[in-house]
């Protein structure tokens, strides 16, 4: 049986790239939409779903906070994907012949020193690699895209430069999800724990319910909040910790947590990957 990947886009995506790296022998799935990409995995239809959560430039995804805790799915790993963003035409155009570039606003956002440099047009297109592929069709000298290399090598592009982001540190996070959890033993050390809560409506409630981890010395490494349902009154938290949900610390400080919640689930426990050790310390 084939094992597939699902992710958000085109193929040449960032997403496609980061599934080819974490899982070079599975077969990527393309999906037009984040909720595509968690059905096909509710569906059986693929194994995983490749969902970005955070970018170290442009913050968090927000449809992820949104549709993840209600999705059924679990986080079962994490990957750090350096996006390094490369200047991609059709045969014949040089830097010289460049007049537009196009590509995602967010990517854009992130090559303003090129796209002074060379005064070049900034043209907004729905992703990076969909960029790579309209340009593609449509050839000619004076349009590029800003995409991937796995972009270029999938619809027949030149790249006339790579690495022309403003920032070399900038790199997206990954959550890997299936439909049941994958939690290492025990003992397993380097893990990381992602959780979603909603704290009850009380003066200090937030407060009072984070203090578990202070007490019991677990490491937050992410908290975020975001409406639920548009009610200004309810909010729900994404957090992500160091440690192993079964770890004692971690457990005290949940049990603590679930006193001054009205909901707490867990989305998972699983490895930290390299990228924290090399360079989150």
Not at 2 to 28: E, N, V
Not at 33 to 40: L, N, R
Not at 151 to 159: F, K, Q, R, T, V
Request: with cysteine.
């Amino acid at each position: 049986m084939t094992q597939k990947i699902a992710f958000q886009g085109l193929p040449g995506a960032y997403s496609d790239l980061a599934c080819r790296k974490a899982y070079p022998a599975w077969t990527t799935l393309p999906c037009p939409s984040f909720e595509a990409a968690i059905d096909a995995v509710t569906s059986g239809e693929a194994q995983l779903a490749m969902l970005p959560c955070e970018n170290s430039l442009a913050g968090r995804v927000p449809d992820i906070h949104r549709l993840l805790p209600d999705s059924g799915l679990y986080v079962v790993g994490e990957h750090f994907e350096r996006v390094e963003h490369c200047l991609l035409a059709p045969a014949g155009a040089t830097l010289a012949t460049l007049k537009r570039a196009h590509s995602h606003p967010v990517a854009l956002g992130q090559v303003r020193n090129i796209l002074k440099t060379m005064n070049l047009q900034a043209v907004i297109e729905a992703d990076t690699a969909g960029a790579a592929e309209i340009i593609a069709q449509r050839g000619g000298v004076e349009d590029a895209a800003i995409a991937s290399e796995l972009a270029a090598e999938i619809y027949g592009l030149n790249i006339l430069q790579r690495n022309v982001e403003d920032a070399s540190h900038n790199t997206t996070r990954f959550y890997v999800c299936s439909t049941a959890p994958q939690t290492p033993p025990a003992n397993t050390s380097d893990c990381v724990t992602s959780f979603v809560f909603r704290v009850r409506n009380i003066p200090a409630a937030l407060y009072k319910a984070l203090g578990g981890f202070a007490t019991n010395r677990v490491n937050m490494s992410k908290l975020e909040s975001y409406m639920v349902n548009g009610e200004f009154s309810a909010t729900q938290f994404l957090a992500d910790v160091d440690g192993h949900r079964e770890d004692p610390n971690l457990e005290r400080a949940l049990d603590e947590l679930k006193f001054f919640c009205t909901q707490v689930r867990v989305l998972g426990s699983y490895p930290a990957h390299p990228y924290r050790r090399e360079h989150l310390g």
